[in-house]
Structure formats: structure tokens, C-alpha cells
Nanobody
Framework: QVQLVESGGGLVQPGGSLRLSCAASGITFSMYDMAWYRQAPGKQRELVAAITSGGITNYADSVKGRFTISRVNAKNTVYLQMNSLKPEDTAVYYC????????????WGQGTQVTVSS
């Protein structure tokens, strides 16, 4: 049974920081590309950051220089360090595990709420 469990969300003031974690089980984590998406109320889900199995990263323009994605294969965990948070970063953040060859083996976490407000 595959599980992706996100944690680390919460309420933070503008300019603050949070670190999200996504712990995976039931997959060969090291072979998967991993990503963080977010969905704000009334908006489509969007890609925030991704990291390949080989460690190559890419980011949405809106978070470049503020967010950092990383992974620790020994812990089956991917992280999203979020700094200089803005109110527009408020959303539910989802972790995704993307199979390198077959989309039917992609998996999503349940999401964690991030709220940036004073």
C-alpha cells in the first residue's frame, strides 16, 4: 500500500518560514521523481517545485529564490523549505511521486494547509 504523508503546514506570518515534509512508503522512493504542488481556493493546482531521482530541481517562477526542494532517499522523504512567505503562498500543498516511465504509478499525498497571514 502506497502512502505519501505530508506534514509541517500551519499558520505563519508574512516573511516567515515553514518546512514541509513528505514521507513515502510502499514505493521504491529513490527511483521516483518527487514534486510539490499547491492549490489555492478557486484556483487550479499548480506545480511549485520538483526534484528528479537524480537530484535535478526546478521551480515555479513565483517561488524561485524563496523555496528549496530536497530529498533524503535514506529516509524516503522529500522536503520543501519555504522562506520569505507571502500571503499569496496560502494554499493546500500536495506531495506527488511520479513514476519515471508509467503515469499509472503516480501517487499523491492528502495535502497540508499552509496559511500566510498576519
Amino acid at each position: 500500500q502506497v502512502q505519501l504523508v505530508e506534514s509541517g503546514g500551519g499558520l505563519v506570518q508574512p516573511g516567515g518560514s515553514l518546512r514541509l515534509s513528505c514521507a513515502a512508503s510502499g514505493i521504491t522512493f529513490s527511483m521516483y521523481d518527487m514534486a510539490w504542488y499547491r492549490q489555492a481556493p478557486g484556483k487550479q493546482r499548480e506545480l511549485v517545485a520538483a526534484i528528479t531521482s537524480g537530484g535535478i530541481t526546478n521551480y515555479a517562477d513565483s517561488v524561485k529564490g524563496r523555496f528549496t526542494i530536497s530529498r533524503v532517499n535514506a529516509k524516503n522523504t522529500v522536503y520543501l523549505q519555504m522562506n520569505s512567505l507571502k500571503p499569496e503562498d496560502t494554499a493546500v500543498y500536495y506531495c506527488k511521486a511520479a513514476h519515471p516511465r508509467d503515469r499509472k504509478y503516480d501517487y499523491w499525498g492528502q495535502g497540508t494547509q499552509v496559511t500566510v497571514s498576519s
